[in-house]
């Protein structure tokens, strides 16, 4: 499977270690090795772990992640924020050593709990009389975790907003053009003049004539033919006037292609 690339990564401290973060197709995934490491589990017995869980090992994906201080590029697998609950929790912390027991706890207790929280709803669940602000400019763990979550869903938003903005403008673009042909071609006098639709004939012919050397056969229905699937119109003598040099570039860069010369 090709490695996504992402467009962001964002890093927060978390009981000393760091937790990374990254957004690839407007999506956050979090690396998997780096959370083993700082867990102290073994990273090839959890990654058969996952292999043999038919969601998991569906969600788990390579994408190329940035090391801190380095700036090393480096394929990882990741899990997508909204799986890592299945995984993490999937670790029996009765089962590591004691030295790392508690950061395992922390992190099921605390670090996915925020992290989802904070993706999901887009705030922490508190009661209501709590100063919500004040707890989120505390240096915890959790107020560092949910701040690097919040970043890392407005980038995904804004993300999704220049997308969806940009394929609107271009839909809106080909909108317009083609009403602006079509009211052209309804209200008439738009079209080229009898001198320009003359000109683009005495140009279609030079480049009849000049491919029909090269094949021996009359070029001329095929150039026409061109001409009026490429700029949308069923006669020379109905090409818009604003397309007009558009098309004498055309013809002129065609004919320089078969005869080296620019005589339009």
């Known amino acids: 499977m090709t490695a996504l690339q992402p467009t962001e990564q964002k890093t927060v401290l978390f009981r000393e270690n760091e937790i990374t973060a990254v957004i690839a197709n407007g999506r956050v995934y979090v690396p998997l090795r780096t959370i083993c490491n700082n867990l102290g589990v073994a990273w090839s017995a959890q990654r058969q772990r996952i292999l043999r869980d038919p969601v998991l090992s569906e969600a788990m994906t390579p994408v190329i992640v940035t090391i801190t201080g380095t700036g090393q590029e480096v394929e ?148 026409y033919g061109e001409i009026y699937r490429r700029f949308g119109v069923s006669s020379y003598k109905l090409v818009p006037k604003r397309k007009f040099q558009a098309v004498m570039d055309f013809l002129n860069e065609w004919l320089q292609s078969q005869i080296g010369d620019s005589p339009f």
């Open 76 to 223: 990882a697998q990741c899990l997508p924020l909204e799986y890592l609950n299945g995984w993490l929790f999937g670790i029996n912390a009765s089962r590591v050593d004691a030295a790392v027991r508690d950061d395992l706890i922390a992190y099921q207790r605390e670090c996915y709990r925020v992290l989802y929280e904070a993706t999901q709803d887009g705030r922490l669940t508190t009661d209501a009389d709590m100063d919500i602000e004040a707890l989120l400019a505390q240096d915890s763990p959790a107020a560092q975790a949910y701040q690097m979550a919040m970043a890392v869903v407005r980038m995904a938003r804004q993300q999704l907003i220049m997308e969806a903005r940009l394929d609107t403008a271009v839909n809106t673009l080909a909108e317009h053009g083609e009403r602006l042909d079509q009211l052209e071609a309804a209200v008439g006098g738009e079209h080229v003049t009898e001198v320009q639709a003359a000109q683009i004939s005495q140009a279609v012919k030079a480049v009849a004539l000049a491919i029909g050397k090269k094949t021996g056969r009359n070029e001329f229905g095929a150039c």
